[in-house]
């Protein structure tokens, strides 16, 4: 299996900070990876897929980037709504694993 | 909007058959292009992808879970279905079910709410 490093685990920061969270995949996966953003005792919400094609009715604060084994998501002014944790997934190879997650604290 | 919610007992006994299943609202499970997964999440922890159907009944499963796991649909009754075998303590999770998107059947895109399901005598 394709292994998913998030980085950093957890992470605090204040409302309107920019901040960027870290993905790596153990070998290549060409931009086959998706951004989750999830909020306590709720499922899942796609953000990012493709790594950089932002999900209909996400907020454009909100942006990935990278290929090959980097991966990154921006948020570009924190919202209080944006507390939460987030988590990395890859689609390249069709035994799909996801990153172990970073939680996003307000501090 | 595709709405998607999870069933089945909350509470399994050690070396039991968890049997879940997920009833599809909003839009029909035979859509061409869609196809249907099941992805479960200890507490506290990451998620793990189980498998995925398409309405014709074709399945791809997780090379780790594929011994235990049997994933079914019922298109007459918008509902698709997942069976793990001889369960233990370490299949207590939240079991959700979601649909692909119509670009990739592994871009997640609706979720249904979960269901916690304890693995305990």
């Known amino acids: 299996d394709i292994q998913m490093t998030q980085s950093p685990s957890s992470l605090s920061a204040s409302v309107g900070d920019r901040v960027t969270i870290t993905c790596r995949a153990s070998e290549g996966i060409a931009t086959y990876l998706n951004w989750y953003q999830q909020k306590p005792g709720k499922a899942p919400k796609i953000l990012i897929f493709?790594?950089?094609s932002l999900q209909s009715g996400v907020p454009s604060r909100f942006s990935g980037s990278g290929s090959g084994t980097d991966f990154s998501l921006t948020i570009s002014s924190l919202q209080p709504e944006d507390f939460a944790t987030y988590y990395c997934q890859q689609s390249y190879s069709s035994s799909i694993t996801f990153g172990q997650g970073t939680r996003l604290e307000i501090k | 909007q595709v709405q998607l919610q999870e069933s089945g007992p909350r509470l399994v006994k050690p070396s039991q058959t968890l049997s879940l299943s997920c009833t599809v609202s909003?839009?029909?499970?035979?859509?061409?292009?869609?196809?249907w997964s099941w992805i479960r999440q200890h507490p506290g922890k990451g998620l793990e992808w189980f498998g995925y159907?398409?309405?014709?009944?074709?399945?791809f499963y997780n090379p780790s879970l594929k011994s235990r796991l049997t994933i079914s649909v019922d298109t007459s009754k918008n509902q698709f279905y997942l069976s793990l075998s001889s369960v233990t303590a370490a299949d207590t999770a939240v079991y959700y079910c979601?649909?692909?998107?119509?670009?990739?059947?592994?871009?997640?895109?609706?979720w249904g709410q979960g269901i916690l399901v304890t693995v305990s005598s």
């Open positions: 909003g839009g029909s499970i035979s859509s061409a292009g869609h196809y």
């Open positions: 159907i398409y309405h014709s009944g074709n399945t």
């Open positions: 493709g790594a950089s």
């Open positions: 979601a649909r692909g998107s119509s670009r990739s059947w592994s871009i997640f895109e609706f």
